[in-house]
Structures are given as C-alpha cells and as structure tokens.
C-alpha cells in the first residue's frame, strides 16, 4: 500500500506509518464493489486469505480479508438503501 509523502505527510511520519503497517497496525480498510461474489472468487483463486467468507448485512454484502502483515480489509457490496 502506497504511502503519501509531502504535503499529506512528512517523511518521518509516512515512516511511521510504514513500520506500523508493516506490523499489521493500519485499521481496516474497506474496497466497495458492486460484486462481492465475483470478486471474492477470484481473489480467493489468487490466494487470497479470507477471514470472512462474503455474509448478508443490513448495509449489503462484505467479507473480510488479511494482507501478509496482518493489515485487515472488507470487501463490501453496499445495499441500495434508497428504494426500502
């Protein structure tokens, strides 16, 4: 995952948060998509881990995933909510 220099950050904290992402420390980080299914099958056949497989929610549908450092991620397929 890119890290933004100047003017986002300066050099000493994108470091910072290097090490920390490296160490599994970023948070979650959500990709939106318009289908879960699809996509988490083809990045389950690229060998990609997932945690969670793709699960029904009152704000659609997600799943969730790991980098290798541990970094967590949702895959969510968000719900038209405009037509309940």
């Known amino acids: 995952m890119a890290i933004p220099g100047p003017p986002v950050m300066d050099p000493e904290t994108a470091q910072q948060v290097k090490t920390l992402?490296?160490?599994?420390?970023?948070?979650?980080?959500?990709?939106?998509?318009?289908?879960?299914?699809?996509d988490y099958e083809e990045l389950k056949s690229r060998g990609v881990e997932f945690t969670e497989e793709p699960e029904e929610r009152p704000y659609g549908i997600d799943a969730g995933f790991r980098d290798p450092s541990g970094n967590s991620?949702?895959?969510?397929?968000?719900?038209?909510?405009?037509?309940?």
């Open 21 to 38: 992402m490296a160490k599994g420390f970023a948070g979650t980080v959500f990709f939106t998509t318009d289908d879960v299914q699809g």
């Open 73 to 84: 991620f949702r895959l969510t397929q968000v719900a038209d909510l405009t037509n309940n």
